[in-house]
């Protein structure tokens, strides 16, 4: 096998969302497409899923036709150009944008318990009359997800959606993959106890359907240690290849030396994971990563004339 490659098991794949579905009752699941276009990925998540992410008109036509029956949501900055809104959910970002038969991204810029985003628009902007018009919301937050933002995002959601007094669609978003297995169906399952019965929740996970699904199969191109410290040149570029990804150093290669792997490009930030207890490793030795996200195959290009990681999906 030439490496590097990455084997993703639709199997696994399809198992985590069936699991899920099973566990998380009340919730409405639906895959961001930017995560994966694979075209047997997409029938998957068809057949499985309530329905779809898109960020713009580009996304949309790759899923057109899998959307009978299925919950169409969009929210991105380039939303406004879908010419087929009556069969979209369309959230706009700019408030200035908004009409009445549409929603509006919430962001949560106005507590400082979060980190600003340019994307939505602060609670603070709505006024009564859009509050009482709005029937679907999205919220946006990127925020690293641990225990204690949890509980902030709980709070957040409690204080923002007593304000809409005609609210029928909830979409939290997705960024799930800081949590575990069990943290994010515990963390799905909070929020949809706090919110009234009436209300439809909408998640988006796709990172988060992938965990444990990815395996790398790469090689070591140089290495060498100083001071107990050991640095990696992998046969790859976190920046071609491999970004938002969040790859875990296989068992099997544990060890002593306190270890920080990169890209193989010319760019000093080509770091693909850093300060891992790691064994003592030779040019030309092979690695294995796991919980590789789909992700690095939709960022997959040849920066700096690097090769292209091979992704077989089985």
Known sequence: MNLPVV???L???EENIKKIKSTCKGVSFIF???CCTNRRVLKIVCKNMDGFDI??????QLIKKYQKNKLICSSGPLSYELKDKKNVNVAFNNINDWDKKHGIRINFNDNTNFQ???FGTPISLCNKEIKDSIKYLHFHNSDYKDKLKCEQIYEQI?????QFSNLEIL????????LTWEEGIGYLKKIREILPNNINLVTEIGDFLFKDCGVLYCQVIDSKIIDRKQIIILNFSQMANQRWVHPKLN???EGTFTTTFYGNSCCEVDTYLANIKCKEMKKGEELVFNNISTYGYQWNNNFNGVPKIKYIFK
């Open 7 to 9: 084997i993703v098991d």
């Open 11 to 13: 199997k696994k794949f």
């Open 32 to 34: 961001p497409v930017k």
């Open 55 to 60: 960020s713009n008109n580009n996304e949309y």
């Open 116 to 118: 600003e985003s340019h």
């Open 158 to 162: 409690k204080s923002i959606v007593k």
């Open 171 to 178: 979409n939290i978003g997705g960024h799930l993959e800081d």
């Open 251 to 253: 068992k099997i290669y």
